[in-house]
């Protein structure tokens, strides 16, 4: 990175590596936190640290958590009969802000993508299927990507899940293609509100 010092250009370029981070990005971030009080960097680093060691996934629900079981899944107000199944956290997170889900969870950790090396034993469907048969589960809801793996994973699931349980999927309110984390709030609620059986 020309016309910076190394450690700056450094910086910038661990910056870059972020999503959605690009160069500019990347400059104004590190030429932002150069001007920070010291004590301030510390406590930012300390929380990458702290973040990266102590949040795990909770045993339940696959959701990032700091505790075995994470808040959702020990929250007596929840839905028992439900629970939305979603490829990671961001998806969950985007779910959560619509506030109309009232049930339970399930992150897969990813979708089922055999171009990528991605098959089912690398997701977590098995808990999932146990987790169902163990329980009373009224409904299982596929709030997936509408994508070709979306799609892969949704039948996949499904066809597991239906011996147990009614399965539905989110409407297709979404555009194809579309990631669910980037969706406003009032398309993730019709989409909600408009599920139906997979077929």
Do not use: W
Request: charged share 25%.
């Amino acid at each position: 990175m020309s016309g910076f010092t190394r450690p700056l250009a450094r910086l910038i370029d661990q910056f870059e590596r972020l999503p959605g981070i690009g160069p500019r990005t990347a400059q104004r971030l590190a030429l932002h936190l150069l001007r920070q009080p010291e004590e301030q960097i510390r406590s930012f680093a300390d929380a990458l640290l702290a973040a990266r060691t102590e949040v795990g996934h909770c045993q339940t629900c696959h959701h990032l958590s700091a505790e075995p079981t994470c808040e959702i899944c020990r929250n007596p107000e929840r839905a028992n009969g439900q629970i939305c199944v979603v490829a990671d956290s961001r998806d969950l997170l985007a779910l959560e802000r619509t506030r109309e889900f009232s049930g339970h969870y399930h992150v897969l950790g990813g979708l089922i993508s055999p171009m990528d090396g991605i098959g089912p034993d690398l997701l977590q469907i098995s808990s999932l299927v146990k987790r169902v048969a163990a329980n009373n589960t009224e409904e299982v809801i596929l709030a997936l990507t509408p994508s070709v793996e979306g799609d892969t994973t949704s039948l996949y699931v499904a066809r597991l899940l239906k011996p147990f349980t009614r399965v539905s999927r989110i409407a297709y309110g979404l555009p194809v293609g579309s990631e669910l984390e980037y969706a406003d709030d009032v398309t993730l609620s019709r989409a909600l509100e408009g599920r139906r059986a997979v077929e």
